[in-house]
Every structure is written in structure tokens, then in C-alpha cells.
């Protein structure tokens, strides 16, 4: 399927930039819908100068981001060398800067313009893998990354495609901004540590072509020591025992002095950090603590204190209701019916009905002397009439 072609009414009449006009917007630098370069002929060939590598071996061609189509660097001095000029390719109306010329990477125009994208793309959405908490939400972002970039190479939805860029950016540039500054810093790290451990390797190199020598040195030594004592007259044997002697506990000697230093080493090391392994993944989850049951009466425990329920009741019409489909199928639990009848059974024994007539004939005393004590001063109930 082909992206239907647009034009940006920001560039004028014939600002199309390509043969078929396709729109060209620029976000900051990046170019998301440059044209496709035309075919200008051999890869060998200028198509400005008509210049060819056939008679001139030294030629070199380069391109430019914004259109990427190729000519000598004769012709960019030439064109672009006292200002921004018009693209000197048929059909195309790009304005070119010099300092943007440089020499195509990959043969394929196409990848060179891919890769170009993605670098930009990737200077944006530079997150790490350590900012997200789960590997679902991490493929998630590489997943619209990897969107983005695919509808910026192959020209689909470019408006969209930019919004979400454009917005994206404006949204975390301080994030953008410390992930590139740590990136850089990992980078000088990282190089400053290849730089250590080469300097290091090529010192182990040094101590062992010196310990050889010595080695070989002592060696010598010890044959002419040798020679010379047995010249001397002393016993063979017994030169020969000292002598291994002698080579013995050098050799022990050293092997102990490089054990000492490689000691010494790997303390320096961990006292600096150079030796660490550093594994980066996906941060650290935080153990979420369990949420309370929720409380609909606010901590009032509505419980009896004649009775306790039972799990179990040996009763023929509970156990017969148990087993009963037509009962249970829609979610009855035989146990609120035996707490409503227990219920029903003790709900009496809290009640008294001596005390309770006791405050009856009480209540029903003072009512009738508040009436005598209204009657002797002439008090009469006011009754609320109706107007109308």
C-alpha cells in the first residue's frame, strides 16, 4: 500500500521537493518524510558535473540529509560554499546547507536515510530499561518507538507521526536531557575503563617478558656458577644438589611476589569500582503491602452472645435442604437460615417484663400529673388550626 502523497502549504507553489510533491515537515533537525532521491544515473558519475570516477579516481561524492541525493565535493564547494543554495537536482527545491554535506555510509540510499532517522528518533526516546518497573511496560515502549519509526521511514501518517513526536519531546525534556547527559558519562566511563584494562594488559605483558628474562638470566648464572666451583674442585653432587636448591627458592620467591602484587591489584580494583559487574534490568518492584479487608460497619462486630453458629446441624431438614440443588444452585446458604431461626429463638431472653411495666406505669404517673399541674393554672392545650 502507498501513502497517499500531500503537500505543505508552507513551502510555497512547487515545494514538493521530489516528483511526486510529498510533504517534508522538520521537527528541530529532523527531516520525517525527505523524498525519495531520484535516479540520476551511474553511482559513478556526478549528476551536476557529469564528473566520473572512471577519469577521476580521487572523486568523492556526498549527500545531504535533507534531500540525500549525491554529488561530487567539487560541486558542494562549488554550489553551497558562499551560502545556503537550491538543490542543483532536477525537480528538487530543497535549500542545502554545506555543513550538512557528508559522504554516504551505506550504498543503499534508503538505509543511509533509515539509519538517519533512527538516530533521531533515538536522541528523543533514549529511556532505559531501569525506569520501568515491568517487562510488559518496557516492550510496551520499545513497541511505540519502534511504530514511530517505522511510519517515519516508510512515509505513513506523517502529521500524526510528528504530533506524537513534537508532544512526546515537549513532555519530558528534562528526562531526555539527564538520559543523555548519562549516557554520555557512561560512554567516557566505558571507554576510560577499555583504556585501564589495555594499560593493565599491556603492563602484565612487560612483568612476564621481564620475569622470562630474569629467569633466563638466573638460569645462566647458575651453569657458570656451576662450572666454576666444579673448576674449582668441589664435589659434583653436592654443586648439583645447591644448585637446584638455589633455583628452587627463587623460583618460590617470585611466584610469591607475583601472588603479593596480584593481591595488591585486585584491592585497588575493588577500592575503585573498575572491577564491578554492573547488571542493568528493570528497577527495583517495591513489596505491595497487602490492603486491609474492607470494614462496612466501622469496626462493630455484630455478634450474639446467647449462641455461637455451627458449621454443621444434625437436623433432617438442614441436611436434606444441603443436598437439594433446586436450593443451592442460586447461592442459598442453608447457614442464614439457621442464624435467622437461632436468632428468633434467643431474641426473648434479654427482655424482662417486670422491669418493662415498671417504666410503662412510671411514664404513664408523670404524664397524668404535668396534666393536673396544667389544669390548676389554667393551662389549655393549644390545638393548630387551619386557616383556610
Known amino acids: 500500500m502507498s501513502p497517499v502523497s500531500k503537500r505543505d502549504p508552507r513551502l510555497g507553489g512547487g515545494g514538493g521537493g521530489g516528483p511526486d510533491g510529498e510533504l517534508h515537515t522538520v521537527m528541530r533537525g529532523l527531516s520525517l518524510q525527505a523524498p525519495m532521491p ?99 511496560e518496557y516492550n510496551d515502549y520499545l513497541n511505540d518507538v519502534e511504530d514511530i519509526t517505522f511510519n517515519l521511514v516508510n512515509n505513513i501518517d506523517v502529521e500524526e507521526t510528528g504530533r506524537r513526536f ?13 538520559n543523555a547527559q548519562l549516557a554520555q558519562q557512561e560512554k567516557v ?16 605483558r612487560d612483568a612476564a617478558r621481564r620475569e622470562e628474562n630474569d629467569e633466563r638470566r638466573e638460569v645462566e648464572e647458575n651453569k657458570r656458577d656451576v662450572l666454576n666451583r666444579l673448576a674449582s674442585g668441589a664435589d659434583a653432587e653436592t654443586v648439583a644438589k645447591e644448585g637446584q636448591q638455589v633455583q628452587l627458592k627463587k623460583r618460590m620467591d617470585r611466584q610469591a611476589a607475583t601472588e603479593r602484587q596480584r593481591q595488591l591489584q585486585a584491592a585497588s580494583d575493588s577500592r575503585n569500582g573498575s572491577s564491578n559487574f554492573v547488571v542493568k534490568g528493570l528497577k527495583a518492584k517495591q513489596k505491595a503491602e497487602p490492603e486491609a ?53 434467643f431474641s426473648g431472653l434479654g427482655v424482662f417484663i417486670a422491669d418493662e411495666m415498671t417504666e410503662r406505669d412510671r411514664a404513664t404517673q408523670d404524664s397524668e400529673a404535668i396534666g393536673t399541674v396544667r389544669a390548676d393554672i389554667g393551662l389549655k392545650d393549644s390545638l393548630m388550626a387551619d386557616p383556610l
Not at 549528476?47 to 561524492?61: H, Q
Not at 519531546?169 to 528526562?175: C, F, V
Open 38 to 136: 531520484t535516479d540520476t544515473g551511474p553511482a559513478e558519475v556526478c549528476p551536476v558535473c557529469k564528473s566520473s570516477r572512471y577519469l577521476n579516481s580521487s572523486l568523492r561524492f556526498l549527500v545531504n540529509p535533507e534531500c540525500y541525493h549525491k554529488m561530487c565535493e567539487s560541486c558542494v564547494d562549488r554550489i553551497f560554499s558562499h551560502g545556503p543554495a537550491q538543490c542543483p537536482i532536477p525537480g528538487c527545491r530543497r535549500t542545502l546547507r554545506k555543513h550538512r554535506f557528508r559522504e554516504q555510509t551505506f550504498e543503499d540510499i534508503q538505509v543511509e536515510r533509515e539509519v538517519d532517522i533512527r538516530k533521531k528518533v533515538q536522541a528523543v526516546f533514549n529511556k532505559r530499561e531501569e525506569e520501568f518497573e515491568g517487562l510488559r
Open 166 to 178: 513534537e508532544a512526546y519531546q515537549k513532555a519530558n525534556e528534562k528526562e531526555i536531557e539527564e
Open 189 to 204: 566511563s566505558f571507554s576510560a575503563m577499555q583504556k585501564a584494562e589495555r594499560q593493565q594488559a599491556r603492563e602484565r
Open 293 to 345: 479487608p474492607i470494614d462496612p460497619f466501622g469496626g462493630i462486630r455484630i455478634a450474639s452472645k446467647y449462641f455461637t453458629l455451627q458449621d454443621h446441624y444434625v437436623w433432617e431438614g438442614i441436611q436434606d435442604t444441603q443436598k437439594d440443588v433446586k436450593h443451592i444452585a442460586g447461592g442459598y446458604d442453608v447457614r442464614d437460615y439457621t442464624h435467622r431461626s437461632l436468632c428468633a429463638a
